[in-house]
């Protein structure tokens, strides 16, 4: 070995020739998924619901990311529950601006409490959030059958979600707001 260089960990791996597979020791690869790499990657496709977006937040790439989770199960169900995760919340934020609309003002006051300007915000546009819930609503509706997930649309959870709102508009009206 030459001086100066030092010799990392050698990990067991599998390499097929002539027919055979045989297991032999190598250094290992630099560029693999470490365990923060996997967790950053999952968080960022569970708020993005975007694998190029999840990829490039760790410095991978998005061709890496995929064929990781055709090789690996774990990966594979991990990456399965962050779209669910992001798609629920896609799914709530939706049933919430069909529920009651998506505009608020913003009211600018003065100095002694007077109002200066009053401005009705508009959220942002529905339609890609739209796009997205109807183009892997059917996926991620057999990911959730698979693991016994209840749907956020369902009656039961319809029912919570207006009963919650219900009891904030109860307090803002014993606030006065």
Known sequence: MAEG???GPLVAQRQKAGGTVRTQLRK???DGWTRADVTAFMAVLAETCNASEAARAVGKCRAGAYDRKARDPDFARAWDAALDQGYAEIEMMLMRAALFGSESEEV???GEGAVKTRKVKRAPSLTL???????YRDRVAKIRAEAGVE???SADAVERVRGVLEEIRRRRAVAGE
Request: net charge positive; aromatic share 6%.
């Open 5 to 7: 260089k030092k010799r």
């Open 28 to 30: 290992a690869r630099g």
């Open 108 to 110: 600018v006051t003065d």
């Open 129 to 135: 959030g739209l796009q997205l819930w109807q183009r």
């Open 151 to 153: 749907r956020p649309d």
